[in-house]
């Protein structure tokens, strides 16, 4: 079982940045082992794939209305992944979920397994 939780959330003005934490947990959680991703899920809208980071090698993937403004990264000692978000726009506005699984890296939230509860997110024009 994984425990994932994340903080960092707020309300913020457009062009404003803020840093998304997620800290992973578990009895038997090897974090190393776990792909780790963060999604978003607008109003009305369904939950999103935004930023993901590969277990094996560290290599991140990014939704095409993200990249160039959010960063994903982890730090293993402290089982904690981060999404630095840059730039912000009021599309941005929705509630951040921390995802991990193993296996490979995805971008599909069917199949990931392991989610946090999520942290709200306002970007105000």
């Known amino acids: 079982q994984v425990q994932l939780v994340e903080s960092g959330g707020g309300l913020v003005q457009a062009g404003d940045s803020l840093r998304l934490s997620c800290a992973a947990s578990g009895r038997t959680f090897t974090f190393s082992r776990y792909n780790m991703a963060w999604f978003r899920r607008a109003p009305g809208k369904e939950r999103e794939f935004a930023a993901g980071?590969?277990?094996?090698?560290?290599?991140?993937y990014y939704a095409d209305s993200v990249k160039g403004r959010f960063t994903i990264s982890r730090d293993s000692a402290k089982n904690t992944v981060f999404l630095q978000m840059n730039s912000l726009k009021p599309e941005d506005t929705a509630v951040y979920f921390c995802?991990?699984?193993?296996?490979?890296?995805?971008?599909?939230?069917?199949?990931?397994?392991?989610w946090g509860q999520g942290t709200q997110v306002t970007v105000s024009s």
């Open positions: 980071i590969r277990s094996s090698d560290g290599s991140t």
């Open positions: 995802a991990a699984r193993v296996g490979m890296m995805s971008m599909t939230r069917y199949q990931y397994d392991n």
